[in-house]
């Protein structure tokens, strides 16, 4: 069995021997750094591949992406004898909990005024609690990730709403589905979390239509892809004051180019898309799972539905 490896920003080799490791007892395995022009390979583990890569390796069973997202893989033509395959959690959807979570806390406990008051002004002061019931927090994307950030959120006690495309039930969570209650789900919202897939139909549905349906005084959290978000509509919303702050993990350019507005607005918190990580060892793990089960004619969890495109 031939492994191919090709990764953008990351390093080949540990991912290599873990798999050699995982796999070893496999007969004729060979597991490499892919090349141009290298032999075909059996299965490929990606990060954003190019499309010389795809097109070179015509005949792979599935490739593994190591990321959640898989937007970059949809944007390129896969034939349809190659199944794309996600991983199922590894590990994120715990991290993306505590993301989002610190991030809803810290906006509602308005940690970063105290820190102000504190450090800044060398205050000592009191703000009024806020009121829970008045920040609805709304969660766009209720897969893997998006139900368990709901699922924290609700154990904080928060009023969490869910919005997906096709209709879901969690738990506490009150549930839209569907462009035809998108309108209905961020009106009532006043904290706003995207973990939506990025696809044709969500790419800039964060835009000042949208935005301004939240409850006023808005704050939104993007975890998901930059391409979700307008930009220059977010930062129109918060000169107006509809929207009050932002948490922004991700960015329509990475890393978030010099000079960009983001940089200078004190209002949105900034960080490297660094959310949920992937970890190495229980990807490796599971993606050698996934190739044993395959091998056995097995169906394996995380398949993408090219025509949804995630
Ligand atoms: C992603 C990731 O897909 O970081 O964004 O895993």
Not at 26 to 45: E, F, H, M, R, S
Not at 77 to 86: E, L, N, S
Not at 253 to 280: C, M, N, Q, V, Y
């Given at each position: ?108 406990r308005e940690f970063a005024e105290y820190d102000a008051d504190m450090r ?5 002061s009191y703000r ?183």
């Open positions: 069995m031939h492994i191919t490896v090709t990764f953008q920003g990351t390093k080949p080799e540990p991912w290599i021997e873990g798999l050699q490791a995982e796999l070893a007892d496999l007969p004729a395995l060979t597991i490499d750094a892919w090349q141009p022009g290298a032999p075909p390979a059996d299965y490929a583990v990606v990060w954003t591949p190019s499309q010389q890569f795809i097109d070179e390796q015509s005949s792979l069973k599935a490739i593994f992406n190591i990321g959640a997202g898989v937007d970059a893989l949809m944007a390129l033509r896969i034939p349809a004898t190659t199944a794309v395959v996600r991983l199922d959690d590894t590990g994120m959807s715990v991290q993306m909990a505590e993301f989002v979570t610190h991030a809803v806390i810290r906006h509602f800044i002004a060398k205050k000592w009024k609690p806020l009121n829970r019931e008045d920040l609805p927090v709304g969660v766009m994307g209720l897969g893997i990730l998006g139900e368990r950030v709901a699922r924290a959120l609700k154990g904080f006690e928060y009023p969490v709403r869910g919005w997906s495309r096709s209709p879901k039930k969690i738990d506490g969570v009150e549930c839209f589905s569907g462009m035809e209650q998108l309108d209905s789900f961020l009106a009532g919202t006043r904290i706003l979390v995207c973990l939506l897939p990025l696809t044709t139909e969500t790419e800039n549905i964060l835009n000042r239509r949208t935005l301004s349906r939240l409850l006023p005084g808005a704050y939104l959290i993007n975890v998901a892809r930059g391409a979700h978000l307008v930009e220059d509509d977010l930062l129109a919303l918060l000169k107006e004051g509809h929207l009050t702050g932002a948490a922004l993990d991700v960015f329509r350019k990475e890393p978030l180019p010099p000079g960009h507005p983001f940089w200078d607005e004190p209002r949105i918190t900034l960080t490297p898309h660094t959310s949920a990580r992937t970890l190495r060892d229980e990807s490796i793990r599971q993606i050698a799972g996934k190739i044993r089960a395959l091998e056995a004619g097995e169906k394996v969890a995380g398949v993408v539905d090219p025509a949804k495109g995630y």
